[in-house]
């Protein structure tokens, strides 16, 4: 399994970012997908979780209503869209999977989203 994260940066509060993640090593229409994230000094949290085929996400309640998870079964790829940011969402976020085989979760290298003016 390999999970490779892309689209961090710098942006001001108020802006927007989109993380993509492309997936493979394993079928990816076949299992949920998450991004976690880790504020610096604290411990990692989930943001967002989508299902297999897409029809199901959750979030948390510091990012409804401002973020979004979406993927492409076709493209092995999932996303967050992150619209109204805020300093506090300054954070290494990471892509996030869970399969039946060892090491059963697997986690990209993550992606830095620093919120600053």
């Known amino acids: 399994v390999q999970l490779v994260e892309s689209g961090g940066g710098l942006v001001q509060p108020g802006g927007s970012l989109r993380l993509s993640c492309a997936a493979s090593?394993?079928?990816?229409?076949?299992?949920?997908m998450r991004w976690y994230r880790q504020p610096p000094g604290k411990e990692r949290e989930l943001v967002a979780r989508?299902?297999?085929?897409?029809?199901?996400?959750n979030y948390a309640e510091s990012v409804k209503g401002r973020f979004t998870i979406s993927r492409d079964n076709a493209k092995n790829t999932v996303s967050l869209q992150m619209n109204s940011l805020k300093p506090e969402d300054t954070a290494v976020y990471y892509c996030?999977?869970?399969?039946?085989?060892?090491?059963?979760?697997?986690w990209g290298q993550g992606t830095q989203v620093t919120v600053s003016s």
């Open positions: 989508i299902s297999s085929a897409g029809g199901s996400t």
């Open positions: 996030h999977t869970v399969t039946p085989w060892a090491p059963y979760t697997h």
């Open positions: 090593g394993f079928t990816f229409s076949g299992y949920a």
